[in-house]
């Protein structure tokens, strides 16, 4: 079974930064869909941000500019930096992450808060 552990979730002021990561139990090297989601009080998990095998990234418009999806293979971590932070990307994140044949994984989520 494949753990995916979240951290580096807390409470920032508006417009400031915080970095999650995403450690993987399993080389993400053979990975093909690594992707960040997160989900706001009383809303739907929503996806944010992936990133494929050929290291091509994708955002949805809500955090294109401010965030970035990017991954390091000999830590088996998968980032989500954020920038320019602003109240309505308060909301627990996720991490997925799909391999061939086995499936795809979720973390148990990192709370992000922004306020002042």
Do not use: H
């Amino acid at each position: 079974q494949v753990q995916l552990v979240e951290s580096g979730g807390g409470l920032v002021q508006p417009g400031g930064s915080l970095k999650l990561s995403c450690a993987a139990s399993r080389s993400i090297s053979s990975s093909y869909f690594m992707g960040w989601y997160r989900q706001a009080p009383g809303k739907k998990r929503l996806w944010i941000a992936d990133m494929s095998a050929d290291d091509s990234a994708r955002y949805d418009d809500s955090v294109k500019g401010r965030f970035t999806i990017s991954r390091d293979n000999t830590e088996n971590t998968v980032y989500l930096q954020m920038n320019s932070l602003k109240p309505e990307d308060t909301a627990v994140y996720y991490c997925n992450v799909q391999w061939y044949g086995s499936g795809a994984f979720w973390g148990q989520g990192t709370q992000v808060t922004v306020s002042s």
